[in-house]
């Protein structure tokens, strides 16, 4: 069974730093595509930056600059550094990864950690 876990969250004040990381097992396949979501109470879930197994990074456009995603697929984790957190940046930060088990198909599996909590705040 494949299982994802978050850690490294917690309180910090505005333009501190943090550290996420996610471990993802049960699998062995290399995970496909690897990130991190974030949800605040009351407001959609948002996609904050991924990751592919090859390395090519996105992230959305309010992090660029300030957060940093990164993977060893060695070790089947993925990392987020977060530099320069603000308050709005507060929320549930969930880590997601997809496998791709049979390439000669289109299905792919989406997988979830069950979050890790960040709060900016003075």
């Known amino acids: 069974q494949v299982q994802l876990v978050e850690s490294g969250g917690g309180l910090v004040q505005p333009g501190g730093s943090l550290r996420l990381s996610c471990v993802a097992s049960?699998?062995?396949?290399?995970?496909?595509?690897m990130g991190w979501y974030r949800q605040a109470p009351g407001k959609q879930r948002e996609l904050v930056a991924t990751?592919?197994?090859?390395?090519?990074?996105n992230y959305t456009d309010s992090v660029k600059g300030r957060f940093t995603i990164s993977r060893d697929n060695a070790k089947n984790t993925v990392y987020l550094q977060m530099n320069s957190l603000k308050p709005e940046d507060t929320a549930v930060y969930i880590c997601n990864a997809v496998l791709w088990p049979d390439r000669t198909t289109t299905i792919k599996f989406d997988y979830w950690g069950q979050g890790t909590q960040v709060t900016v705040s003075s």
């Open positions: 049960g699998s062995i396949f290399t995970f496909d595509d």
């Open positions: 990751i592919i197994s090859g390395g090519s990074t």
